[in-house]
Nanobody
Framework: QVQLVESGGGLVQAGGSLRLSCAAS????????MGWFRQAPGKEREFVAA????????YNADSVQGRFTISRDNAKNMVYLQINTLKPEDTAVYSC?????????????????WGQGTQVTVSS
């Protein structure tokens, strides 16, 4: 089992940057693929980025390609989401998730563990 706690959200102006962090508990962090998802008010949860267990495979949603970068540090049980050139439409609650699957999965059903999320608000 793994517990996830996100941090790093906040209010930022359009064009700015943020780095979200997700701290994972447990001794088997490197067994989990990790992902970031976001949910804006009134909208369904949306896949953002994923990274494989080793960190070698990464996958971004088309909507964030070139602006968002996911990374992980297995020695520290951490996963990060670097967000650049923020846009108002990036406003959402961002959650990290862990899944005992291979590759960099994009579907919510492939993830068994979720954090509570961190709010990102982008002002225009």
């Amino acid at each position: 089992q793994v517990q996830l706690v996100e941090s790093g959200g906040g209010l930022v102006q359009a064009g700015g940057s943020l780095r979200l962090s997700c701290a994972a508990s447990g001794r088997t962090f490197s067994s989990y693929a990790m992902g970031w998802f976001r949910q804006a008010p009134g909208k369904e949860r949306e896949f953002v980025a994923a990274v494989s267990r080793s960190g070698i495979k990464r996958y971004n949603a088309d909507s964030v390609q070139g602006r968002f970068t996911i990374s992980r540090d297995n020695a520290k049980n951490m996963v990060y989401l670097q967000i650049n050139t923020l846009k108002p439409e990036d406003t959402a609650v961002y959650s990290c998730a862990a899944g005992l699957v291979a590759g960099a999965p994009t579907r919510t059903e492939e993830y068994g563990y979720w954090g509570q999320g961190t709010q990102v608000t982008v002002s225009s």
